[in-house]
């Protein structure tokens, strides 16, 4: 954003200061962008518009003016005069209201209302004079009839001011690259400004000063350029002004960048290691000699930033020739993301070599480079001859025989030969053509054998086929020539096998014929020959050899195949040349000779012949003769060219032959010697043709060995003119004499090649970067230069780390491995060899242990540590070294140090016990074990896992768990998180005990296991539990233990919880499946029974997941049964699913219809768990008739100890459900019966055994079970019914022994509806109003006793006002207060719930009632009903006049009897009333569509008839109400515990002993707590406290007052200390506060008072105070407490600051376990907190 920078506003430097303190982040309020950034936009134009604003017109309730006026250049005590013009633009007369300027500097001469006529101007003069230089403002007001508006009065002050952005984002920049962005810089002000920038690293602005005119403008270019990764924020000083002065005013820019380091990835490489830490490799594979190979691959920019790179070659040594490997790109730039092609060129120029170079990516600024290793083999042409022998036979003389041989190249390079002989075929009998050519790659050549003899003697040659970057190979010419008087012995293949025996059976031609008369004869020559090699290898020199040997002049043999160190012919020289210049054009004779000698070293004479050529310039004399054994003999070589100013060459033929032998019958083959002869011939003044030829390859390297290597290169006459060369000394002669050529002289004719073989021995002397060996060009100055290069280098191999190689420290029988590198420094491709000590061997190995190293080749070995024991090891491993091609030479060694620590490696895993819960049988659950690897060592380690479940053996079981992996390596200080999954199959408690041991090298275990964690779990079913139930329509006013009867909620819960049987399992049950008969479990749903037409019975069950695993459910029908059943029972919904912990209510309804009972099954389905099959049982009976429901015919009683004095009071329920009274009355026969069979004594008594039940309601029967025997009893007890059947109740009893036993719970009706509830309570669904406590047990108490309970009754409703009613129909025996009241929306009213048992054992089971009303339907009834009665007052009083017409409209008024909505009867017996009956009378007009006369007149009275409107029905909360109460002296035996705690219980009974009375009457209650003084003492005691906490003194000397330990007293029972009195302590600041808001007081006479009062009158009055009274203080202060903390003001669960009694003086009962249902126990006398009730006190 740009802003406007004034001189002003720079002015302050602490306002800069805070601007730097105070940057925002990075990015947080500045958009990035990649391009120049520029300023905004908006608010170069609000500034602009406010510059312009003077200039600019407004319209304004029809007037047009300037908006404002400005004084811009000004002077002080000057005046400076302005026109303020106003036009009224609108078309009616203004009139104004002027308000002059506040400021004495403005000042307009204008009446106080001016009046502006349609389409005239008013103007008015604005004078401004200033007294000092400085900014002033001020406004003229103007009020008209439509509003009222300003101008604005300026003057300003010219001043410095720039305009630029807040902040600049530069793009993001790599580092120790750049990047830049610009941003606009303007001169808002009209003065001219000079700007100089103070910019900071890595930040640099351009220019960095400048001078700007008014409202010019200039780029600022910012350049980024970083250093190191990071996030750049810098602030760059602007300082500006005058340009004389020294930066009076200076601006800021943030400057923002992000830097990144760039980096490069090498992709789409045609070949790549498998080693993931080796470098990538690109491999040409083998590439054809004088051939090039190309491969391309991708430099990726994988980074957010630009890459600047560079790609070389580098080589660690210079390279001796040209490189051999080349890449297209050198260096570049990568944008982001993307990718550039590049290519790398593979050349090869040495034959059966591997070049290997590495190509090194340097990104500039990335953190390391990349490595390309490029690799590639050279492969030369494969040449062989399709026959090594040609055979002429037996020709005449002059004759001539051609023959042809196939030449082969079977290689994809191409093959330049050529054949060692005359080319022009005249000075040799054998002649071959071509003689010189290229074979194409994979092709072959087919050569003509012309033999032309001119003497009747044997011929035989080896003639040498010369490949280019090969070793020649030999073809044998054979033929034998006759004449008339001369028949040789004709010269046969098989006769060549003698040549290539070995030397000393050829010395001695009788040896020769020795060996062929007795050696067998050859049918297959040729393979032979061909094979001579091989039979010969231990003594037959190189074919290079031969051939060089052979050029010279030394001939060994026929075959120059012998190995021996002598030759058997020589000639010398072998090579001759004529530089023929003739002293004068005139000279007539051009001839010219040179001699050579043959030197015979045989034992025999031998006869010489030359093979003469016609019309050749070159000839020998004398052209044959004869030589003596071991003599020579010389020959003159002339030179006679026939024209001068050419060229020749040729190679001369003479052949050794024994005269004597030519008629054996074996005969020998002769030597061949030859003579290469050169001649120019030029006058003088000419000189020779400029030869055109071309050295291929122009650079020889020879090994860097000492010893005799051979290499090849090829002249090629690229002329039209035949060119002769000769070795020439160059500038190096010494050099040049090591090297030999062969041959070192010779004519090329036009279009052909040379093929030289260069011979030499490196030298340490020779120059590392080679020398030059010269060839002289048609004998003139012109010379070919050839690059020799031959030195000779010691071997050199180096190594990574500079010969150290450091091991992690590593695991006790483990392994490690590291890699480590070696590298080829040397031209020669050596073999390596690592040796490990013997006793070092157990410690470490390496892989590859040897290997071949190309030059210039690194490679990777991987060392592999283990270690034994803890210590330190110090291995020296030895590398060993050589040249590959030379098996003797000396070898080089060199040492590694390796260095390891061993160490014993362990795991263990965060934690040790794994709890993960429930698990569904058949499922699988995921579990994570995070191991930890704490010691200093990688550890190798495998896992096993041990299950044990508590029951049954666990060896047939599969394991439960299966593991992700079971071996890894962890390293040092990391962790590994085990992935695991849960399967077990069979419901029970399992135990996984997972163990590891480590792993040696080997893999296999090294140490015992060892306990990593142990997960336990319990694997389910899954299951359901219903943990509430509630009622509506006809069944609305049931109990809910009556309901958990009907329902058979205990059983269903326990067929919940119990295990499915495998047909269950079997049948997986859809939702929309029938239900199967493969279920045992079969439960009754009883909707009990109601009259015709009344009400729906609706039973809303609340479902509740226990498990921690979703349950899926569905209430399965018989979809094909279609019955009047299925339209009766509801179910809704069918099927759901409950996630853990969930609840889902669950309504079932019955409609009744039909008269009758009705039954209809549903199965229960739960996935992958139980079937349980539903019975739903209704009864539906008669209007008039009289049903009284029995949900079970058999009644369990509350066990009874044996040795109570006195059996507790039992009740049995009888439900009236029909529309009559049923008179009812217990068989007393049958109890006769009983007590005579029980020794007389009253086994089972009833109280009541008859009586009456009203419609709708129940009857209580009350019983005592008194039990002689520790046994279970049967009592089958009938029960007739007036006017109806006899039903017979099966009572069961049990007698006890140990008494405790039998209180531990009232009855198994209400410990299963207690149990179940103590969840989380919610509210039913619509539910209005919510008790904290549906059911409050007060547990074992005794008779006369009085306890108490604190409950909550809660607003749900946001929006409605509630009435609440507690019935009174146990008032003797349950008191609530309030027992009415109002609940304002989301209001929480507190309860106490006083319970006062009687003076009989009783096991109480009550039923309370609370009645909820809405306030608006209470309101719209009472409404109604006042209606209702004004007009039946008004029908009352006024006269009744006889007209019909108001007769028909006048309303009938109805009064019905009202029905009252707070039920009353016996204390005990509770009678429940069900909702008014549904009367259809009233919807009988609408059932038909045509009436008749009398009807549609019944249906007009009906209109007219007015009933008396009825109260809303109140929405009814049930609290059930359960206590077991017992005779003192069993209380007093069962509970020895609480003994202390009565002894205000027992003085009250010694003082005077209750009278009896029956179970309807209460206990006693004392005059103290009845009379109206207590009430009187309470609120005296609460007045006295609230002015205590009033009073200021008081509470500043309550806080001064130093804390003294508490004392505890044990309480004493007596009439002088009924209860121990704690000590005070200091009130909150919140009470204080609190009571600041009531009256006020005298705190003078309070404090005086406190001071004379002394403490012992004090202590005395304290204690007089009767023990009814504390309850009620005490329950005050409780009451507010646990108000406060519903409120959210006091956390309960906070952790308590009190002191604790010791163990001795704990006597109270903890009351947890109540505040965690949901109540709170105020008091129960018995248990020494409260005054006990009696009818003495």
């Known amino acids: 954003m740009s802003r406007k920078v004034n001189e002003s506003d720079c002015s302050l ?23 120049t950034i520029g300023r905004d936009v908006k608010s170069q134009q609000g500034w602009r518009s406010r510059q312009q604003t003077s200039s600019q017109r407004i319209s304004c309730y029809g007037l047009e003016m300037k908006s404002e006026l400005v004084w811009e250049r000004w002077e002080p005590q000057r005046e400076f005069t302005k026109t303020l013009v106003l036009k009224n633009v609108h078309s009616k007369l203004q009139k104004l209201i002027v308000r002059p300027p506040a400021s004495k500097v403005f000042n307009t001469l204008i009446p106080r209302s001016i009046l502006i006529s349609p389409g005239t101007s008013f103007s008015m003069q604005v004078t401004f004079k200033p007294q000092q230089k400085c900014e002033y403002e001020d406004n003229i007001e103007f009020q008209g009839k439509d509003g009222s508006f300003s101008v604005s009065l300026r003057a300003t002050i010219p001043c410095y001011a720039l305009e630029m952005p807040d902040s600049v984002l530069l793009p993001l920049c790599a580092v120790q690259n750049s990047t830049q962005a610009s941003f606009l810089l303007r001169n808002v002000s009209k003065l001219q400004t000079y700007f100089q920038w103070e910019g900071m690293a890595p930040f640099h602005l351009s220019p960095e000063r400048g001078l700007l005119g008014p409202n010019q403008e200039c780029y600022i270019t910012v350049v980024f350029q970083a250093l190191e990764a990071l996030v750049y924020q810098e602030h760059a000083t602007c300082r500006f002004g005058e340009e004389s002065e020294t930066a009076q005013s200076s601006c800021t820019v943030l400057l923002q960048g992000v830097a990144s380091y760039p980096y490069l990835l090498l992709r789409n490489l045609s070949s790549k290691d498998e080693k993931p830490q080796c470098d990538a490799v690109l491999d040409f594979g083998s590439v054809a000699i004088g051939q090039n190979s190309q491969k391309f691959f991708h430099i990726f920019n994988p980074s957010p930033v630009t890459a600047s790179f560079s790609f070389s070659l580098q080589s660690d040594s210079v390279p001796l020739l040209e490189l051999e490997f080349s890449c297209d790109v050198s260096r570049g730039t990568v944008l982001p993301g993307e990718s550039l092609q590049a290519s790398v060129t593979f050349t090869p120029a040495v034959v059966e070599t591997i070049s290997v170079e590495y190509f090194h990516l340097k990104c500039s600024g990335a953190l390391g480079e990349t490595r390309l290793k490029v690799i590639g083999r050279c492969e030369g042409p494969k040449v062989s001859l399709s026959s090594s022998v040609v055979d002429f036979g037996f020709v005449k003389e002059g004759g001539t025989v051609e023959q042809t041989v196939e030449i082969v190249n079977s290689s994809p390079a191409e093959a330049v030969y050529q054949m060692d002989l005359d080319g022009g075929g005249r000075h040799s009998v054998f002649s071959i053509q071509p003689a010189s050519g290229a074979i194409r790659p994979n092709g072959k050549v087919i050569l003509r054998a012309v033999y032309r003899p001119t003497h009747p003697i044997i011929h035989h040659r080896r003639v040498a086929c010369l490949i280019l970057h090969r070793e020649p190979v030999f073809l044998d010419l054979i033929g034998t020539c006759h004449s008339k008087l001369q028949q040789p012995t004709v010269l046969k293949a098989e006769h060549l096998l003698r040549c290539y025996q070995r030397p000393d059976s050829q010395h001695s031609p009788g040896g020769m014929r020795q060996g062929h008369a007795s050696g067998s004869e050859q049918t297959s020559v040729l393979c032979l020959l061909e094979e001579r090699a091989d039979s010969a290898l231990d003594w037959s020199i190189s074919p290079m050899q031969q051939y060089v040997q052979a ?96 060229l020749h060459g040729a190679q001369l033929e003479c052949f050794a032959y024994n005269k004597d032998q030519l008629d054996d019958r074996y005969p020998r083959p002769p030597w061949c010697l030859t003579v290469r002869v050169v001649g120019h011939y030029f006058l003088p003044g000419q000189e020779p043709p400029t030869p055109c030829c071309v050295l291929k390859p122009p650079g020889l390297v020879f090994p860097a060995l000492g010893v005799l290597s051979y290499r090849t290169t090829v002249i090629q006459n690229r002329g039209d003119l035949p060119l002769t060369f000769c070795l020439d000394g160059g500038s190096e002669p010494a050099l ?140 020296r491993p030895t590398l060993t070294f050589w040249p590959v091609h030379t098996p003797g030479f000396s070898e080089s060694q060199q040492r590694l140090k390796v260095v390891g620590i061993g160490f014993k490696g362990f795991i263990e895993a965060e934690k040790s016990l794994l709890d993960v819960g429930e698990i569904l049988v058949g499922s699988c659950k995921p579990l994570e074990v995070l191991l930890v690897n704490k010691s200093p060592c990688s550890v190798t380690f495998s896992l096993s896992v041990q299950q044990s479940p508590v029951d049954e053996d666990p060896e047939t079981e599969s394991s439960g768990i299966q593991l992700q992996f079971e071996r890894a390596t962890m390293t040092s200080q990391s962790t590994l998180l085990l992935r695991s999954t849960i399967r077990p199959q069979r419901q029970a408690q399992y135990l996984w005990t997972i163990s590891y041991q480590t792993l040696n090298a080997n893999g296999s275990a090294s140490s015992p296991p060892q306990v990593l964690c142990e997960v336990q779990a319990t694997v389910v079913y899954p299951t359901l539990m219903v943990i509430d139930v509630c009622t509506g329509g006809s069944v609305g006013k049931l109990s809910k233990v009556h309901l958990w009867k009907l329902f058979s909620l205990d059983r269903l819960n326990m067929h919940l919880r119990s295990s499915p049987t495998p047909a269950e399992l079997t049948h997986r049950g859809g939702r929309k499946q029938s239900p199967s008969v493969f279920t045992d479990s079969k439960l009754n749903f009883d909707f009990s029974a109601a009259p015709l037409h009344s009400d729906p019975s609706v039973f809303v069950l609340i479902f509740h997941n226990p498990c921690s695993n979703p349950v899926e459910w569905a209430f399965l029908i018989n979809q094909l049964e279609d019955g009047e059943e299925k339209e009766l029972f509801g179910i809704s919904p069918r099927s759901g699913t409950l996630l853990p912990g969930q609840q889902r209510a669950v309504y079932f309804s019955y409609s009744h219809h039909f008269v009758g009972p009705k039954q209809y099954p549903v199965v229960l389905k739960l996935a992958q768990g139980r079937e349980i099959l539903l019975n739903l049982k209704a009864m539906t009976v008669e209007k008039d008739s009289s049903y009284l429901h029995f949900p079970s015919k058999r009644h369990v009683f509350t066990s009874v100890s044996i040795a109570d004095s006195t059996s507790p009071r039992q009740v049995y329920e009888l439900h009236n459900a029909g529309a009559r009274p049923v008179h009812y009355q217990v068989d007393a026969s049958v109890l006769s019966r009983l007590q005579t069979d029980n020794f007389n004594h009253p086994l089972l008594r009833c109280l009541n055994p008859k009586g009456t039940v009203l419609p709708g309601q129940t009857a209580v029967l009350e019983w005592i079970f008194s039990p002689l025997e520790a046994k279970l009893y049967q009592m089958d007890v009938p029960i007739h019914v007036e006017n109806g059947d006899t039903a017979v109740v099966r009572f069961e009893g049990c007698g006890l022994r140990a008494p405790e036993l039998s209180y531990k719970n009232l009855s198994s009706s209400s410990e299963s509806v207690a149990s179940e509830q103590s969840l989380l309570k919610r509210p039913f669904p619509g539910q209005l109003v919510f008790l904290s406590e549906d059911n409050v047990s007060f547990g074992d108490i005794p008779v006369c006793s009085r306890s108490s309970r604190l409950l909550f009754l809660i607003n749900l409703s946001h929006s409605n006002t509630l009435h609440f009613t507690w019935n009174k129909s146990h008032q003797q025996l349950v008191q609530i207060k309030p027992d009415e009241g109002t609940l304002s929306p989301g209001e929480t009213v507190l309860f106490v719930l006083t319970f006062i048992s009687s003076e009989h054992p009783t096991c109480y089971q009550l039923d309370v009632f609370c009645q909820i009303l809405q306030e608006d339907e209470l309101v719209q009834y009472k409404n109604a009903l006042q209606r209702w009665e004004k007009e039946k007052e008004r029908q009352q009083t006024e006269f009744i006049i006889t007209d019909k017409k108001l007769l028909k409209t006048q309303p009938i008024l109805e009064e019905d009897e009202h029905v009252p909505s707070v039920r009353q009867g016996p204390p005990i017996r509770k009678y429940k009333t069900l909702p008014p009956i549904y009367d259809g009378t009233e919807l009988v007009s609408t059932l038909f569509t045509k009436s008749t006369r009398a009807e549609r007149r019944v249906q007009r009275e009906a209109a007219r008839l007015w009933k008396r409107p009825e109260p809303p029905q109140p929405f009814v909360l049930q609290l059930w109400v359960t206590a077991h109460s017992h005779s003192l002296p069993d209380y007093l035996s069962h509970f020895p515990k609480q003994f202390q705690k009565l002894h205000r219980y027992l003085q009250s009974l010694n003082s005077e002993k209750p009278k009896p009375s029956n179970l309807d009457r209460p206990a006693a209650v004392s005059s103290s707590t009845l009379c109206p003084e207590k009430h009187i003492v309470g609120d005296i005691l609460t007045s006295l406290l609230w002015c205590a906490i009033d009073d200021p003194v008081f509470m500043e000397l309550l806080n001064a007052t130093p804390c003294k330990p508490i004392v505890y007293m044990a309480q004493q029972p007596g009439p002088s200390s009924p209860s121990s009195k704690p000590a005070p302590s200091s009130p909150s600041q919140r009470v204080a506060e609190r009571g600041k808001q009531r009256r006020p007081v005298d705190t003078e006479a309070t404090a005086e008072s406190l001071e004379k009062l002394p403490q012992t009158e004090t202590r005395r009055r304290a204690t007089d105070l009767p023990g009814d009274t504390y309850e009620h203080f005490l329950l005050g202060i409780t009451q507010s407490l646990m108000m406060e903390a519903v409120r959210g003001e006091l956390v309960l669960t906070a952790h308590p600051h009190t002191n604790i009694l010791p163990s001795s003086h704990r006597s109270t009962p903890k009351s947890s376990d109540r505040e965690e249902s949901g109540s709170l126990e105020v008091g129960q006398e018995p248990a020494g907190t409260d005054v006990p009730l009696s009818s003495s006190q």
């Open 736 to 875: 040049a004499e090591a090297v030999s050529v062969v041959p070192s002289c010779g004519l090329i004719p036009p279009g052909c090649h040379q093929i030289l073989t260069v011979r030499t021995t490196p030298s340490e002397e020779s120059p590392r970067q080679g020398f030059s060996v010269s060839f002289r060009l048609n004998g003139n100055k012109i010379t070919k230069e050839l690059k020799v290069v031959s030195v000779v280098e010691s071997v050199s191999v180096a190594l990574e780390g500079d010969g150290s190689l450091y091991f992690p420290p590593t695991a006790v029988c483990s392994q490690s491995q590291r890699s480590h590198r070696i590298q080829n420094q040397s031209h020669l491709p050596l073999r390596f060899q690592w040796n490990i000590p013997e006793d070092d061997q157990g410690f470490i190995s390496v892989e590859p242990e040897a290997g071949v190293l190309q030059p210039n080749e690194n490679s990777g070995q991987v060392w592999s540590f283990s270690p034994s024991e803890e210590k330190t090891y110090n291995l």
């Open 13 to 35: 430097p602490q306002r800069m200061l805070a601007e730097d303190r105070g940057l925002e982040p990075f990015g947080s309020t500045t958009p990035r962008k990649l391009s």
């Open 551 to 646: 050029t010279q002049g030394c001939i060994d043999a026929v075959s120059s195949a012998s190995a021996s160190s002598t030759s058997h012919m020589t000639v010398a020289p072998s090579e001759l040349v004529f530089h023929h210049k003739p002293s004068s054009s005139s000279s007539v004779s051009f001839a010219s000779s040179q001699s050579v000698a043959i030197t015979n070293y045989t034992g025999e004479k031998l006869s010489l012949l030359w093979t003469a050529a016609p019309n050749s310039p070159f000839s020998v004399s004398p052209p044959s003769c004869d030589l003596a054994p071991l003599k020579s003999t010389s020959f003159r070589v002339n030179y006679d060219p026939k024209q001068p100013s050419a």
